[in-house]
């Protein structure tokens, strides 16, 4: 069984800083891509970002490119999400997921991509 643990979130003023992190059980990390999503009040849940395997591909969604970056460390099986210029938009809870494979490609960047899911962590941004 995999478990997905998020930390890092918190209340930040617009045009501030946060640093997301996910931590994974299991062994098998390394072999699979990783992602994270975001759902604010009353809103579906929407993809964010998300990394191959081997941190060589990177996706993100048209409204944190630019701003935001994911990355990881295979060794410490653990994905990050840096935010930077945050918006009051971007006020949801995280979540990171493991994708179904290595690979992840921006037409398979949806939720059913994605097999494990963290409990969440909330982000908020006040103007």
């Known amino acids: 069984q995999v478990q997905l643990v998020e930390s890092g979130g918190g209340l930040v003023q617009a045009g501030g800083s946060l640093r997301l992190s996910c931590a994974a059980s299991g062994r098998t990390f390394s072999n699979y891509a990783m992602g994270w999503f975001r759902q604010a009040p009353g809103k579906e849940r929407e993809f964010a970002a998300a990394?191959?395997?081997?941190?060589?591909?990177?996706y993100y969604s048209d409204s944190v490119k630019g701003r935001f970056t994911i990355s990881r460390e295979n060794a410490k099986n653990t994905v990050f999400l840096q935010m930077n210029s945050l918006k009051r938009e971007d006020t949801a809870v995280y979540y990171c997921a493991r994708a179904r494979g290595p690979f992840i490609v921006p037409a398979t960047t949806t939720p059913e991509a994605f097999d494990y899911w963290g409990q969440g962590t909330q982000v908020t941004v006040s103007s």
């Open positions: 990394i191959t395997w081997n941190g060589g591909t990177t």
